[in-house]
Antibody, heavy 121, light 111 residues
């Protein structure tokens, strides 16, 4: 059974940094693309970033480009999101998601329970 | 303002059917990128119910179906049940943005 467990969320001041992690188990991690998707309180889903199985293809939403960095460690079956220069509007529940295939945008078939990031002074 | 446009809400009585639309543009759905659909019960993580325009993952009832045409896609749920009450999101890829895009979500109410 696929398990995705996010961690690293918390309360942080605007302009500061945070690193999210996603520990994966139950599948061959290095065979699949992975995603970060966020959901602000009471709002809809917003795609944040994606990374292909080998890290060779990476994409970011315009709202986080230049501030966030997605990465993966296939030896550790882990996905990361380094978030710098955080803004109040980055406040959201951040989900880690597994794609159906090696490349992204073929459908996210497994999701973690999310980790909450709150940016506030 | 989401790149993919969905109606904010739809409703139907138990046993009836509803259709949720997802309207895109020539750089996403109209560019022949696949559309996927997710169900999210409030307070829980999203769940994939349709992938690649019309395919159901294992375990999703055949009451859920979907189609795509031109710059739009739609999700149809027949034989509505109370457990279908949730938010539904469409998802595709956008070549202009070089990334994934989600619809704004549609709240389904089972009357």
């Amino acid at each position: 059974e696929v398990h995705l467990v996010e961690s690293g969320g918390g309360l942080v001041q605007p302009g500061r940094s945070l690193r999210l992690s996603c520990a994966a188990s139950g599948f061959m991690f290095d065979d699949y693309a992975m995603h970060w998707v966020r959901q602000a309180p009471g709002k809809g889903l917003e795609w944040v970033a994606s990374i292909s199985w080998d890290g060779g293809n990476i994409g970011y939403a315009d709202s986080v480009k230049g501030r966030f960095t997605i990465s993966r460690d296939n030896s550790m079956s882990s996905l990361y999101l380094q978030m710098n220069s955080l803004r109040v509007e980055d406040t959201a529940l951040y989900y880690c998601g597994k794609d159906r295939t090696m490349i992204s945008a073929t459908g996210i078939d497994s999701w973690g329970q999310g980790t909450l990031v709150t940016v506030s002074s | 303002q989401s790149v993919l446009t969905q109606p904010p809400s739809v409703s139907g009585a138990p046993g009836q059917g509803v259709t949720i639309s997802c309207t895109g543009t020539s750089s996403n759905i109209g560019a022949n990128y696949d559309v996927h659909w997710y169900q999210q019960v409030p307070g829980t993580a999203p769940k994939l119910v349709i992938y690649a325009n019309r395919n159901r993952p294992s375990g999703v009832p055949d009451r859920f179906s979907a189609s795509k045409s031109g710059t739009s896609a739609s999700l149809t749920i027949t034989g509505l049940q109370a457990e279908d009450e949730a938010d539904y999101y469409c998802h595709s890829y956008d070549s202009s943005l070089r990334g994934s895009v989600f619809g704004g979500g549609t709240r389904l109410t089972v009357l």
